[in-house]
């Protein structure tokens, strides 16, 4: 069967979407149509069907699935009138503004629809190695997880270039929810999810924006495990890393390789049994990497459209970008609140939190100045 698709949304991310399918990239599915605010030239280089309304693409019966690319705040509003519409859906991360937003798409998806969310992360083989090693119980039981990923530079002309970003009113938040979400899935994915949350957040710090571009948090997990994240748009050079942990030993990822660091015995069992007063366990040291470079968004696209046609299981499915958004809901209202956040969230006190924040906030005015985009840069 070929899928017959509509992208709406062509901005910076849609439009390598559209590319993905022209190129060729992408089997068993057709683009038939298009919808972006304003003309799209992609739409007239390829000679396919624009709209400039998502209602009209989604009523037009060209299209059995849509992979939405519009700015966060309007995934809810277009999600929900895909999934009422009977459509699959394959949505641009994050999921929405809020996970009771979140939960009410979910509960629309009927059993024989595919909801699936561009977590394209999930696909980078370092991810996948460090998933399937904590999966194994490689490295024993997990004392402690650390990332500082502040390899997430963004200088101003990015914030002034665009209407939505890094504004209450568009997008629920800044670092947290645009960029660390995809951290934020990829620690829950592979260490699960904390019971409690401290968050730390700089508002605007170096940046003109009034939403976070620099966070940090403590986890507590039930395990006894502990953990902690750092984030920040406005360092440079940032750093990439990822150390998870464990009495068995170590993974230590810097944002390009991969260690596995093995103990023997395990760091308990030498601890209660050695006479040697300042020694420790062996350690084996082993280099992972290098790994093979992944077109991440066409994989997930692939397998969205394979979960239709062939009944393969979804890498992303929507569900999961409840926890990562979880996450990052959490250390807003800690930060602003001051307190410890017990997990699962409470939605409805995070909700009149971001309210009394939307209220007040408004879509900036984008400014004319040109800018130069390489996406290729922008996936870290
Ligand atoms: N997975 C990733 O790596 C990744 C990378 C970049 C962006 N994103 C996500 O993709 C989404 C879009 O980001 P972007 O940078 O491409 O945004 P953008 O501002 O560059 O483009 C947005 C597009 O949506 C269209 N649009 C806006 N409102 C619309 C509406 N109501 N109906 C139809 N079309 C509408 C605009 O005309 C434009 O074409 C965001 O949620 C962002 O977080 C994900």
């Not at 300042?278 to 979960?307: G, K």
């Not at 009149?352 to 996936?379: G, Y």
């Amino acid at each position: 069967m070929t899928l017959r698709i509509g992208i709406i949304g062509l901005g910076n991310i849609g439009t390598q979407h559209a590319e993905s399918v022209f190129s060729g990239s992408i089997e068993g599915c057709i683009l038939t149509a298009v919808c972006a605010r304003g003309s799209s030239p992609i739409a007239k280089k390829f000679k396919i069907r624009h709209y400039s309304n998502y209602r009209e693409l989604i009523d037009s019966n060209l299209c059995d699935a849509v992979l939405i690319a519009t700015p966060t705040f309007s995934h809810f509003e277009i999600t929900c009138y895909a999934l009422n519409k009977g459509l699959h859906v394959l949505l641009e991360k994050p999921l929405s503004l809020s996970v009771s937003e979140g939960e009410q798409m979910l509960a629309l998806a009927k059993p024989d629809q595919v909801f699936s969310l561009m977590l394209n992360q999930r696909t980078d083989p370092a991810f996948v190695t460090m998933k399937k090693i904590v999966s194994q119980n490689l490295l024993g039981s997990l004392q402690r997880i650390s990332w500082t990923m502040t390899n997430w530079f963004r200088p101003d002309i990015y914030f002034h270039a665009s209407n939505w970003r890094a504004t209450w009113a568009g997008e629920g938040g800044g670092l947290l929810v645009n960029q660390c979400i995809h951290n934020l899935d990829i620690l829950q994915w592979i260490c699960g999810m904390p019971k409690l949350i401290q968050g730390f957040c700089g508002f605007g710090k170096y940046h003109e924006i009034e939403v976070e571009d620099e966070a940090m948090a403590f986890f507590e997990y039930d395990s006894g495990t502990v953990g902690t994240f750092i984030g920040s748009t406005g360092e440079s050079p940032g750093i990439n890393r990822f150390e998870v942990i464990g009495d068995h030993g170590m993974l230590c990822y810097d944002g390009e390789s991969l260690f596995h660091y093995k103990n023997n015995p395990p760091t308990s069992q030498f601890s209660q049994t050695t006479q040697d007063m300042f020694s420790q366990p062996d350690v084996h040291r082993s280099n992972l990497s290098p790994f093979p470079s992944v077109n991440q968004h066409a994989v997930i696209f692939q397998n969205f459209v394979n979960a239709i046609n062939l009944n393969d299981e979804l890498i992303a499915p929507a569900q999961d970008g409840l926890n990562s958004l979880g996450l990052s809901n959490a250390i807003l209202l800690s930060a602003w609140s001051g307190e410890r956040i017990e997990m699962p969230l409470d939605s409805d006190r995070f909700d009149k939190a971001l309210e009394l924040r939307r209220s007040q906030s408004k879509l900036r005015k984008p400014t004319r100045i040109a800018n130069k985009i390489d996406m290729t840069k922008s996936f870290r």
